[in-house]
């Protein structure tokens, strides 16, 4: 079974996008911001990160930077899925090392259509 990490400060969207991968068949595990799922990362390294940009502590995008710059960091494939749709941030995180962009609010369409994109399912 693949693992997802669901990076997001939101209770909400975790527990939506939690149901929608497992429905999926993704094995889930949470973080509420960047810095713990850095830590979550290092100590088991996902095969997915669906990632939130804004959250306190550490954003999406200093996480993604500090992850593809550790051992098997350039691994997991990375989604964000943000409320940020302007082209200099998907421009940003795409540099950065993201593999897709998904737009808030998201169904299990949208996420299904990605993650076959990038060749998770």
């Known amino acids: 079974m693949k693992s997802c990490l669901v990076v ?15 429905e999926l068949g993704f094995a889930v595990v949470e973080a509420v911001d960047g810095q ?19 959250m306190p ?29 302007d082209l200099e941030h998907i421009q940003e995180a795409i540099t950065a090392g993201a593999n897709e962009y998904i737009m808030k609010p998201f169904d299990s369409e949208i996420i299904q259509a990605k993650f076959e994109q990038v060749g998770l399912i």
Request: proline fraction near 5%; include cysteine.
């Open 36 to 54: 713990e799922a850095l830590d979550r990362c290092l100590e088991s390294m996902p095969e997915a990160v669906l990632l939130d940009w804004n």
């Open 8 to 22: 997001d400060d939101s209770k909400v969207i975790r527990m939506v996008a939690r149901r929608i991968l497992e």
């Open 57 to 85: 502590v550490k954003s999406g995008i200093e996480f993604l930077r500090e992850l593809r710059a550790s051992p098997g960091g350039d691994d997991p494939v990375v989604v964000f899925c943000t409320t940020e749709n």
